[in-house]
């Protein structure tokens, strides 16, 4: 049986919905969601290109939560045994942009995705290495324990090249190596909304935990936001504002 090589179709990803898992959310077998970020983005190429299946590659992902804004996320779709030739030309090019425009329109405001575009096998290694070496900008809506003044939330405001110890968190704990991993946050901001909430805007190395970073983790993550205010901070929202690239 002969089969064609892999097509490779590439472009970025934003998501505007939480509870919207990157891939098919699986439990014990069974689906957990409806969609998700990959069947909404690849399913249609797929069929476009009449392929026998395909595989979603990303640059990274962000939790089912949380919100990927700003510049999006790198993907690849891998078309496995395509009937219909993805051309490069002129016309392919027009081609992609409509099927860019029919993804968004069924979509109906749960994901965009932009700049599709044609790629090949060397979009794995270029995916895996923006996944470590980004800087990632994020928003989070934060809770404090107890009322906060303007000054103590603008105390920390301007807080740059923070290194934090962060302990293999609890929450994956059960699927990820027990280590201590130094990461650097970058900057700090902070938005004073009421005196139990607040915005925090942080610029962080990749592989951050940043809810970590803003509960503490039970101790897990230090310094984190509650040792920098006083008292016990929780985050209500984060969303991924941007994924920077480091030259």
């Not at 994020?138 to 110890?165: E, F, M, N």
């Not at 938005?191 to 940043?210: C, K, M, N, S, W």
């Amino acid at each position: 049986i002969c089969e064609r090589s892999p097509t490779y179709v590439t472009g970025r990803y934003l998501k505007f919905a939480r509870g919207l898992s990157q891939s098919p959310w699986l439990i014990d077998g069974k689906l957990k969601s409806t969609s998700s970020v990959q069947q909404l983005a690849a399913e249609h190429l797929a069929a476009h290109f009449n392929a026998d299946g395909y595989k979603f590659h990303s640059g990274g992902r962000e939790d089912v939560d949380v919100r990927m804004l700003g510049n999006g996320r790198s993907f690849m779709v891998e078309l496995l045994n395509a009937h219909r030739a993805l051309k490069t030309d002129e016309a392919g090019m027009a081609e992609l942009r409509k099927l860019q425009g029919q993804i968004n329109e069924m979509a109906d405001g749960l994901i965009e995705v932009r700049e599709l575009g044609v790629g090949d096998a060397s979009w794995f290694k270029k995916l895996e290495e923006g996944a470590r070496s980004k800087r990632k900008g994020y928003r989070c809506v934060c809770y404090s324990s107890q009322p906060l003044t303007r000054a103590q939330v603008a105390a920390v405001d301007g807080k740059a090249d923070v290194l934090v110890q962060q302990k293999t968190p609890i929450r994956v704990l059960h699927r990820r190596t027990l280590l201590v991993r130094p990461r650097m946050i970058y900057s700090i901001r902070t938005e004073f909304v009421t005196p139990r909430h607040f915005i925090l805007d942080l610029v962080t190395q990749a592989g951050t935990y940043v809810k970590e970073f803003v509960h503490g983790d039970r101790g897990r993550t230090q310094p984190n936001m509650g040792e920098l205010l006083g008292c016990h901070v929780d985050i209500q929202q984060l969303d991924v504002t941007e994924l920077i690239e480091e030259e």
